[in-house]
């Protein structure tokens, strides 16, 4: 185990002692509010509220929840490789690598949580390994093609790492589809549609619906 | 609505009291009130007012704390069983029960799925709002092939109260004079899709016996007057409507029954109250009342009605009239024939396939459609040569892929970003909507020792699918893959399942109607055979599940009990 490994599994275990205390104030919570009233109803609201993730303008600034500041960085900057900037905003813009780190955190497993951070740590390795240098001083091209190898499992990646990276690279795709740029000025987003067309033209070019109801 | 319709403590005797608010409960009080009864509805949940207790309606996905998933401690913790259901999301949470405070058994060997709706409203807020009526082959199926007991209606007994239900609620849908399945007031069908039309037009010519039609839904797709003086507009086709629909622009409660029974000022409601039993009069041979604890402190407090009317939902009312005994009634109040809780079934959706439709590039869609499609059972007539007695319906609707499917292909950049930005290949389905059959082994009962925190006796479950309703799923796979790749479809694939009982949501039986007290609960009015002013009107009264989706059936039997009972009441007979 290298030494970033090391920092990286012990990184992963405070989200694991963390979950306790949430645990505790889950259950405090509705104990306290009872259910006489529709009060009651928000009260698993205030629970996620409480813990909701909020955009900033770039989480990378500071450490996160379950990832790194280092690795924050890093990963804003796979969010943009992934989903780079066009004539919207790319995903690394609009804090993706932020919502992903707080969505890790809540509402996933430690063990999720955890293969992200190694996906993350072996994207570091290989930076050092191949060029001697940290991922993201290296030139576009080069980070564009060592994430692409991942993403396609070719080189000295195996199954394994690509399967991973493919669950991250879901992560961005939630994350930056079910934002405010990604669901409704990449695709298109119609809030109340004020009835069902069966119907309409499309062309190659257009944007899909980005409004999904319920159902993300 | 006015406050003063909430009750807590009240002596006074009711005409009728109402258990439960959902489809059946609403139903109920609305029909009893408008006839001048003086109705309580008793509810064991919170109040859930219209509009304004729709917490989780219209969030955008980036105004919700984890874009519309679920902290999974939360789920955990309180909803493990209720996050099964496919309309359990962040928006939709709170109307589902709390499985912490809701603990059942199921017997070893035996899964149980059962999904809680504890508010006012009750499942009328969560319901899919799929609305078919029964024909009178489904009705006359037990008859037919023997298995179970015999509906004591036909068609001609119920039709004119199914139109009077779609009516007030407003059920859209096609008039497609089928065999199988009778027509009703329809408001205008949902559009289909031009791949829809198109897969529609080969069936009707490879199959003719299949007709693919648009589903029959309580929404509004073009109100009528009623409607709109009932403060509802049309649907706007957001398909959240788990979540609350303020424009009452679906059927449930809060929308539709509950505005007109609180508009008689007939209408009382007593929320928070977990009813424990009903009291019955041995000398009178009549039920007083109802034993209520407090949802939130726990005390008990007693209501009092002439008649009474169990809407608890299916596995609720059982589990109410089997707490609920005296000397005469050692085993449940009107429970002499030993049936009461027997012949559970729920709905079968174990089955099913779906492949890629190819080209219609050119052609999309706006909105989102709150209703499928579907294909009614082809099998209602019994037929010795099938390897299980009756049928299933086929639901399936087409869409066009989008990021969420398309992301999974290989590749970063532009590229892949402006891949994903398009739509993409069309798909459609049909999926299973099996019957499964009344069989006695299949029941609830009461546990011997657990008890919830209200004091109830905890339910037991001992509920599997038999041999007939698996050799159903597995004909379902192969006729559905079948029909598809006839219909020009590629890559289909077929698929078997192996959801528990309780995942349609559709739990039916326990209490069945029959003309035979020895053998039945309530006769052909949803009245107890023993107990003339008890009457239950939900599932707990079907002899068996037919392939169709039994809200409408609930709201019709439920209407056609109160009119016989307030006749009954009328010539003093009750």
Not at chain 1, 60 to 69: I, M, R
Not at chain 2, 465 to 493: C, H, P, Q, W, Y
Request: aromatic fraction near 10%.
């Amino acid at each position: 185990m290298s030494e970033q490994d090391k920092l990286n599994s012990a990184s992963s275990i405070a989200p694991t002692l963390d979950n306790q205390s949430r645990r505790q104030f889950i259950r405090g919570f509705s104990a306290m509010v009872g259910s006489a009233t529709a009060a009651s109803l928000l009260s698993t609201h205030a629970i996620a509220v409480a813990a909701s993730y909020t955009a900033n303008a770039d989480s990378a600034l500071s450490k996160g929840k379950v990832f790194t500041q280092a690795q924050l960085t890093s990963l804003k900057q796979v969010c943009n490789l992934v989903i780079p900037k066009t004539s919207t905003l790319g995903a690394g813009d609009v804090d993706t690598h932020g919502f992903i780190d707080n969505q890790l955190f809540y509402c996933h497993e430690a063990l999720e949580q955890q293969a992200m951070v190694q996906v993350l740590s072996l994207i570091e390795q290989m930076a050092q390994q191949q060029f001697s240098i940290a991922f993201n001083q290296l030139a576009f091209d080069d980070q564009f093609h060592m994430i692409n190898a991942l993403d396609r499992g070719q080189g000295s990646f195996t199954a394994q790492q690509r399967h991973d990276f493919k669950s991250l690279k879901k992560l961005i795709c939630f994350g930056y589809y079910t934002s405010e740029v990604g669901a409704s000025q990449e695709l298109r987003f119609d809030a109340i549609p004020g009835g069902f067309k069966g119907s309409i033209p499309y062309s190659k070019d257009d944007a899909s619906w980005g409004s999904k109801g319920l159902f993300y | 609505m006015n406050d003063n319709i909430y009750i807590n403590k009240s002596s006074e005797v009711y005409d009728a009291i109402v258990i439960g608010s959902g489809v059946s409960g609403g139903w109920a009080a609305k029909e009893f009130c408008e006839r001048g009864y003086k109705t309580l509805m008793i509810e064991r949940g919170r109040v859930v007012e219209h509009r304004k207790d729709y917490v989780g309606e219209n969030k955008r996905p980036w105004q919700q704390p984890f874009r519309t998933r679920i902290d999974n401690l939360l789920v955990q913790e309180q909803h493990k069983i209720q996050q099964q259901c496919y309309a359990f999301t962040d928006a939709t949470k709170h109307f589902f029960g709390n499985d912490r405070d809701l603990p059942y058994t199921t017997t070893p060997g035996t899964e149980f799925s059962w999904i809680r709706a504890n508010q006012l409203g009750g499942k009328s807020l969560l319901w899919h709002r799929q609305s078919y009526r029964f024909g009178d082959y489904d009705f006359a199926a037990n008859k037919l092939d023997g298995y179970g007991n015999d509906w004591p209606i036909r068609t001609p007994d119920i039709a004119n109260w199914y139109s009077y239900v779609e009516k007030h609620a407003g059920i859209s849908g096609s008039k497609e004079n089928l065999p199988n399945l009778p027509d009703g007031e329809f408001l205008p069908p949902f559009d289909m899709t031009v791949p829809e039309l198109a897969i529609k037009e080969k069936f009707a010519k490879l199959y003719p016996d299949r007709a693919l039609i648009m589903g029959r839904a309580a929404h509004l797709t073009k109100p009528s007057k009623l409607h709109v003086e009932q403060g509802r507009v049309q649907c706007q086709a957001r398909n959240e409507c788990q979540a609350g629909c303020s424009f009452g622009a679906y059927f449930s409660t809060q929308s539709s029954t509950l505005p007109a029974a609180a508009a008689t000022n007939n209408l009382h409601i007593a929320p928070n109250s977990v009813v424990e039993s009903l009291i019955y009069d041995e000398k009178s041979n009549r039920v007083k009342g109802v034993r209520v604890i407090d949802n939130d402190d726990l005390s008990q407090r007693e209501y009092f009605a002439k008649v009474v009317f169990v809407c608890a939902s299916t596995i609720g009312s059982t589990q109410i009239l089997m707490n609920s005994t005296s000397k005469k009634f050692p085993n449940g109040i009107g429970n002499s024939s030993g049936v009461l809780g027997h012949y559970l079934m729920d709905h079968n959706y174990n089955a099913g396939a779906r492949g890629d439709f190819d080209g219609f590039e050119d052609e999309y869609f706006s909105g989102r459609r709150p209703s499928g499609l579907l294909v009614p059972n082809f099998y209602y007539k019994p037929d010795a040569k099938r390897k299980f007695l009756r049928g299933y319906a086929l639901a399936g609707a087409a869409y066009r892929e989008d990021w969420r499917s398309t992301q999974h292909q290989d590749g970063i950049g532009v590229d892949y970003k402006n891949s994903l930005k398009q739509a993409g290949k069309w798909k459609f389905g049909l999926h299973a909507q099996g019957e499964m059959l009344p069989r006695f082994e299949n029941q609830m009962r009461l546990h011997p020792t657990l008890k919830d925190k209200w004091g109830m006796p905890q339910i037991e479950f001992d509920c599997q699918f038999s041999d007939n309703e698996k050799n159903m799923m597995i004909d379902a796979s192969e006729e559905a893959e079948r029909m598809l790749i006839a219909a020009g479809l590629s890559n289909v694939t077929r698929y078997v399942s192996n959801g528990a009982p309780g995942l349609a949501i559709h739990e039916l039986g326990t209490a069945r109607m029959g003309s035979d007290p020895k053998t039945s609960y309530l006769n052909k009015f949803n009245q107890s055979h023993e107990v003339p002013n008890l009457f239950v009107t939900d599932g707990a009264s079907f002899c068996s599940t037919a392939v169709q989706n039994p809200s409408l059936t609930f709201m019709a039997l439920t209407a056609r009990a109160v009119d016989y009972c307030t006749q009954e009441m009328k010539s003093l007979r009750m």
